[in-house]
DNA sequence: GTGTAAAATCGAATGGGTTCGAGATTAAGA
DNA sequence: TCTTAATCTCGAACCCATTCGATTTTACAC
């Protein structure tokens, strides 16, 4: 039966994470404490640890609300027949811009998504999601004959994952300082993969 | 002039450090608290802000003398002409393994080297270390015949550090859950750069 | 209705990182 | 040697995440 008590506690769910994505986006996560979020929810700051256990977990749920709306503008267009690498360019590019937008943002949310404190499914059902918009983009380019069917789906979208992550590192310890450095190196490290190195 | 103030500083910031390193290798970075490192170094707490403004430093400090003895098992070995992927897979466990070894630590030091608070200089010159031992394996490798020399060096060792990245995300995230299945994919991975993915 | 157990709420307390400010120590010139 | 300004040091205070414990609210059985 969804009692009085099931409403009300989603509906304080809400509260806290509205207060929250509002207060995140105006300050920071850092600037933002505890009993800001109560204040701006209208409830006892302990209140809302019956709700998260930590103050990390609030902001992932953040995350997650922002990667939806990130995922929102990825169009799946599978009539597009250009090239792999211009297709994966513009996927990995409307990341890194959303990711980026707020350098402070980014580089907390990343630390969370890249290297979470534990291993959690939620988490895992997003990746899914990225590894399955890759693989679908990686067989597209098998059925035209552009890329080998020798390797694995799944290797080869982790390959290009993680050149997007050797792209992000880059930004946040300095090394590539604007956007139009990420895309020409993500354009040459893609190009590498695509020819291989060899001889 | 070296005046007693100079020396006395360096001595304390020495002592700080090394309280440090024994108490986050005894219990955790997370489990040490300013406190105990002060005490430890037989001084006030406050006075560490003197040396360090961020826990945070002590940690990346301590991360500079760990990465140090890291490196330092790795021998150069100009004479080793095995396979570059060969060469490559050592170099990059050893690396993985001494991270990992103890895993939140390993997590806490990867968040701070891949996405630090600030873009700081020492970090580079890690980096740049770094760097440059792939560069000489890559070099080796063009020199053996068994890379093509179109591309630049730098963008090769990058492609290869973030595989490298990608393997470590994999193990934090909980997709890789043994050694070897982290040694199996980076062999996948290495081999898909060499070989190329095209056609 | 009434009693009762479970769950939710919140004020008060704890612990740890960081800052403040006052007192001690040093460098350096007179 | 004395003075003075800069630097060091550290106890007290502050802020904030998290926990405790007591109180209130809800669900439900009788």
């Known amino acids: 039966m969804a009692g009085i008590r099931e409403q009300k506690k989603s509906e304080t769910k809400r509260a806290i994470l509205a207060a929250a994505v509002k207060l995140f986006a105006e300050k920071s996560f850092d600037k933002t404490s505890i009993e800001d979020i ?22 992932h749920d953040f995350c997650d609300e922002e990667l939806d709306l990130a995922f929102s503008k990825l169009k799946p267009s ?8 211009e297709k994966l360019i513009d996927f990995f590019m409307i990341q890194f811009v959303f990711v980026t937008k707020n350098r402070e943002f980014g580089r907390q949310m990343s630390r969370e998504m890249v290297f979470p404190c534990e291993i959690n499914d939620k988490a895992k ?30 290797n080869m979208s982790v390959h290009f994952f993680s050149l997007y992550l050797g792209l992000l590192a880059g930004w946040y310890t300095g090394y590539l300082e604007s956007l139009s450095q990420v895309e020409e190196t ?10 291989g190195i060899e001889k």
């Open 38 to 59: 109560a204040k701006e929810a209208g409830i006892g700051k302990t209140t809302i640890y019956g709700y998260y256990n930590k103050k990390n977990e609030i902001f």
């Open 78 to 85: 599978d009539c597009d027949d250009r090239p792999l690498t």
């Open 125 to 154: 059902i997003h990746d899914q999601r990225y590894f399955d918009i890759l693989e679908n983009y990686i067989a597209a380019a098998q059925n035209r004959g552009e890329v080998s069917t020798k390797h694995d789906h799944f």
């Open 186 to 195: 993500m354009r040459t490290l893609f190009t590498q993969v695509l020819k």
